[in-house]
Nanobody
């Protein structure tokens, strides 16, 4: 099973920056896309940003112009640079990876793996 781990969360003041890191590991054949989602208390999980292996990006409306997603395909890692943070950015941030895993007999399985999440808290 491919594992996804997030790091880099924490607390920040309004207007500050944070950078989140996501790492995928395991028997990975390829990663089609990696993305960041967030979930605030009492709210549904929402897309923050995602990026295909070809570099195509997609951002949630509330973070456009402030957040930037990037990937290092050679390391199976993704990053989320969060600038001009706002209190409404407070949430648990989850990374996911649309992966193709190599099975024990060389077969391939495609699924979406999720990390456990990292808390981001922005104070006003």
């Amino acid at each position: 099973q491919v594992q996804v781990v997030e790091s880099g969360g924490g607390s920040a003041q309004s207007g500050a920056s944070l950078r989140l890191t996501c790492s995928a590991s395991g028997s990975i054949s390829s990663i089609i896309s990696m993305g960041w989602y967030r979930q605030a208390p009492g709210s549904e999980r929402e897309l923050v940003a995602d990026m295909t292996d070809g570099g195509k990006t997609n951002y949630g409306d509330s973070v456009k112009g402030r957040f930037t997603i990037s990937r290092d395909n050679t390391k199976n890692m993704a990053y989320l640079q969060m600038d001009s943070l706002k209190p409404e950015d407070t949430a648990v941030y989850f990374c996911n990876a649309d992966v193709v895993e190599i099975g024990d007999f060389g077969d391939r399985y495609r699924y979406v793996a999720w990390g456990q999440g990292t808390q981001v808290t922005v104070a006003s």
